[in-house]
């Protein structure tokens, strides 16, 4: 193996720097497209994927068993489930549900009237922030401040006017400190005093209406209940771990669901998405070896005198073809770093500065582990194929036809 | 009694065989060839010098004949071993020097023995020294791109001769040089005949080169006059 490493090596090293880097930098172009495409298709799903987590279910979500109303001993198991090492946070919040009604004229007439998904979220405003940051997604007005009462914040959605909504009617604009009516399911009706709207993208949460925790407990006249406990971990991953973790805490009897089993309808998008990613990646693949063929075969063809010259000499044709193999998976290697690091630090870090617009959230490119594997794998088997058959095809090549 | 290294017998060679106007290189040539001994081909363009010298170097296979190289007959040689026997038993310069652009002097001369499998410390001093023979010394670093015709020629020999070969073949090495620098390769090549026992088969031209060689023979239309 010496001497092809020793051939590969000097005639990259001495030839022609011109048609090395174009070679090179065609080739990383190819990878680059390849690991673009699935990265979008990744950076929507993971977009749709962290909508949900971030601002609905956190990893782990505790709801109350199905003939349940509250989860009971809420504040208990809080602090029970926040002993574990992997738990970075926990809010649990209350809810119901309710219709919106804005009198825009303050007149009794043209109510608009929105009884979306959302209905009405009780939180605890000074800490609920720490799991779920709808804090950071108030663009009009302000945040709730600890247990204030008869105010609340409104989801672009429901507000109406801030942008496209999937709901074909909301409350037609509703402004800061404009007042709107919500009747609860039980019959209560309430006046609330807008003081700030958000927009997280996500519908289910921008439908929503949010006020204190100690506003909502008056309406429903609960005190320590929960309707829903929202746990963040410091790894995703470890969902499904501390699932059965807490499902185990004082035999729980709650209804405990990771964002894994929370994300059904996403999987469902994922999957086609995961399918045209792959389609376009074996594509893109073909395409690549295709090119890397063409690059390596011309390069071949420009070095047929050499090869003529070794075979004349008397140099086994397995070093000859072992060297020029060499050669082309040290083009194709480069390729792949040098693209991969330019989609890293070139096309990922511009789309983190600037992500896209999506209406489920904003879009930045998204390399996955087993796609980059993936990638890299078929690269390589194109780098292998198109390096072999034009050498092969050269190297066997009558010794005077070469040299001529 | 000197012993005969090469042996030709009835060597044919047609171009072309199966169109309807086929190239008769070669027609049945006869030839032996003694060791030791430093024979001129000589003959006009298009007499089939190149073609006879092809066969012998193993560089061609012809369409009939019998050649015998160092007692062995090569027809019976496979590919690989063909390979393997060029490698180890013959050298060959060729008229446009046919280094590796991208190997400088040492190691163009190196390539034989790195295909070989010989370390580099067994064949450092065999390097060393044919570089001294071929006078050019200090000159080892030197791509081929930067040295003259005549000293790309002189790499190109100590190329073909550093595995020792038992024959070595030169198609017109001097033909595109200028006077000195061929009269340089002609008494290199004299020198290896007389102080190495090398045994010699070259294509050449020039009447003027007959006062280096033990013999010629001519080539008239793929057969010896
Ligand atoms: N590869 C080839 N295909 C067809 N004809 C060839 C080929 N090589 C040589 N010839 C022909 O064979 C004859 C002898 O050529 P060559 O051996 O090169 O002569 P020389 O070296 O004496 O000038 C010429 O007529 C030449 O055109
Ligand atoms: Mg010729």
Request: glycine share 4%.
């Given at each position: 193996m010496k001497l092809p490493i020793f051939l590969a090596y000097k005639t990259i090293l001495r030839g022609n720097k011109g048609s090395l880097s174009l070679t090179i930098f065609i080739l990383l172009a190819v990878f680059l497209n390849l690991l673009f495409i699935d990265s979008i298709f990744a950076g929507i799903a993971k977009t749709m994927d962290d909508g949900k987590i971030n601002y609905q279910y956190g990893e782990v979500i505790i709801e109350p068993k199905e003939d349940e109303k509250y989860i009971k001993n809420a504040n208990e198991f809080v602090n029970e489930i926040n002993d574990f090492y992997y738990v970075k946070s926990v809010t649990s919040r209350i809810r119901s549900g309710a219709t919106f009604f804005n009198d825009k004229n303050n007149d009794g007439r043209d109510v608009a009237k929105f009884g979306g998904a959302g209905g009405v979220i009780g939180i605890d405003a000074e800490n609920d922030n720490k799991s779920i940051d709808i804090k950071s997604t108030v663009f009009e007005g302000r945040y709730l401040k600890k247990n204030e009462i008869g105010s609340a914040i409104i989801g672009a959605d429901a507000a109406g006017g801030y942008g496209s909504s999937p709901f074909p009617r909301d409350l037609e604009g509703v402004l800061v400190g404009d007042t709107i009516e919500v009747e609860y399911y039980n019959g209560i009706s309430r006046e609330y005093k807008i003081v700030g709207i958000f927009k997280t993208k996500n519908f289910d949460v921008d439908s929503?209406?949010?006020?204190?925790?100690?506003?909502?407990?008056?309406?429903?006249?609960?005190t320590g209940e929960a309707s829903e406990i929202i746990v963040r971990l410091n790894d995703r991953s470890l969902s499904k771990k501390a699932v059965s973790d807490f499902e185990s805490v004082q035999d729980a009897g709650y209804e405990i669901s990771d964002w894994d089993e929370k994300l059904e309808f996403g999987r469902s998008i994922n999957k086609s998405f995961d399918m045209i990613g792959g389609i376009l990646r074996i594509i893109g693949s073909i395409v690549a070896g295709l090119v890397i063929f063409i690059i390596i075969f011309v390069d071949i063809l420009n070095r047929r005198k050499q090869i003529g010259i070794m075979k004349a000499i008397g140099v086994p044709q397995i070093y000859i073809t072992n060297s020029y193999l060499i050669r082309g998976m040290f083009y194709t290697s480069v390729g792949m770093i040098l693209g991969y690091l330019c989609m890293e630090y070139c096309v990922i870090a511009y789309f983190e500065k600037n992500p896209i617009d999506f209406p489920m959230g904003w879009m930045v490119p998204y390399i996955k582990i087993e796609s980059l594997k993936m990638s890299i794998i078929l690269f390589t088997i194109a780098g292998f194929v198109g390096s072999f058959l034009p050498t092969i095809r050269e190297v066997r090549k009558k010794i005077l036809d070469l040299m001529r | 009694m000197k012993k005969n290294i090469l042996k030709v017998e009835k060597l044919v060679k047609t171009y072309k065989i199966d169109s309807p106007s086929p190239i008769l290189a070669l027609r049945g040539v006869d030839f032996t060839c003694q060791e030791g001994e430093f024979v001129g081909l000589m003959g006009r363009s298009g007499s089939g010098k190149s073609t006879f010298l092809h066969q012998l170097a193993l560089l061609d296979v012809p369409t009939?004949?019998?050649?015998?190289?160092?007692?062995v007959d090569v027809s019976k040689l496979s590919q690989k071993k063909r390979a393997v026997f060029r490698l180890k038993t013959l050298g060959y310069v060729f008229q446009d020097y046919a280094l590796i652009p991208e190997l400088n002097l040492y190691?163009?001369?190196a390539l034989p023995m790195m295909a070989l499998k010989v370390s580099k410390s067994k064949y450092h001093l065999e390097i060393v020294e044919i570089i001294r023979r071929v006078g050019l010394e200090g000159r080892e670093n030197n791509l081929p791109s930067e040295l003259s015709g005549g000293e790309q020629q002189r790499v190109s020999i100590a190329?073909?001769?550093?595995?020792?070969?038992?024959?070595?073949?030169?198609?017109?090495?001097?033909?595109?040089?200028?006077?000195?620098?061929?009269?340089?390769?002609?008494?290199?090549?004299?020198?290896?005949?007389?102080?190495?026992?090398?045994t010699i088969i070259i294509v050449t031209h020039e009447q003027d080169d007959?006062?280096?060689l033990d013999r010629v023979v001519h080539l008239t239309d793929g057969k010896f006059f």
């Open positions: 929503a209406l949010i006020v204190t925790k100690k506003e909502l407990n008056s309406v429903l006249g609960t | 009939s004949g019998y050649i015998e190289l160092a007692g190691e163009n001369i190329r073909a001769i550093i595995n020792k070969p038992k024959i070595l073949f030169a198609d017109e090495p001097t033909a595109n040089l200028d006077v000195e620098s061929a009269t340089v390769i002609m008494e290199l090549m004299r020198e290896l005949v007389d102080k190495y026992n090398q007959e006062k280096y």
